[in-house]
């Protein structure tokens, strides 16, 4: 574990990924439980001495922020700040970065996807480029990677979570169940769907 000081307000925790295993924690498992993501963070903080060195005043709050890149690496970037933002009043103001990774959205039945996109007419969702596909009596919806970038998917997403039983990053499934699941609706699923 090496830990890295941006600055007085921030620093990053990277691990390699083969210490996350060492560890018994996947990526997966942190990107679908929240509370197991959470209990992990809070570990390495204390881990780290974070706890004594970085946090010194009661009132701050941490912003935490996680993330795998292509070089086997995982890093824990944590902000300390003395109020969290806004998010609503930020995204109007297009100040807000976010960062949503997971492309590839599982559903246990195709009801469960239908359910979604009856919410997602009155809510006015953002779906972009998206397709359909079914493996092992399990159904998924893939974004493209512009959509999930756009600022207007963050809604999606968070509604989406509802429906969804689990979510991944892109390259870490999308080769299974593009090579071995059977593709239903190659473009813009969910909009099809929508009409039903």
Do not use: W
Not at 70 to 82: H, P, R
Not at 166 to 171: E, F, L, N, S, V
């Amino acid at each position: 574990m090496k830990i890295e000081k941006v600055d007085e307000n921030k620093v990053k925790i990277i691990l390699s990924l083969e210490e996350l295993e060492m560890r018994n924690i996947s990526l997966s498992e942190l990107q679908m439980n929240n509370s197991l993501a959470k209990n992990f963070f809070k570990s390495l903080i204390e881990e780290s001495n974070l706890d004594e060195d970085f946090i010194d005043n009661e009132d701050s709050q941490l912003f935490i922020e996680a993330a795998a890149d292509n070089t086997n690496t995982f890093v824990l970037t944590i902000t300390k700040t003395d109020s969290l933002p806004d998010i609503n009043s930020y995204q109007k103001k297009g100040k807000v970065q976010y960062r949503i990774d997971s492309r590839l959205y599982e559903f246990n039945s195709l009801d469960a996807i239908l359910d979604f996109c009856n919410i997602a007419k009155s809510e006015n969702l953002f779906f972009g480029t998206n397709t359909l596909y079914k493996y092992q009596d399990k159904y998924f919806i893939l974004f493209s990677e512009s959509a999930i970038k756009n600022k207007r998917f963050i809604k999606t997403y968070v509604m989406m979570s509802e429906f969804c039983s689990r979510y991944y990053a892109y390259d870490m499934h999308y080769a299974t169940i593009s090579e071995k699941g059977s593709l239903i609706i190659a473009n813009r699923a969910l909009h099809k769907l929508s009409r039903i």
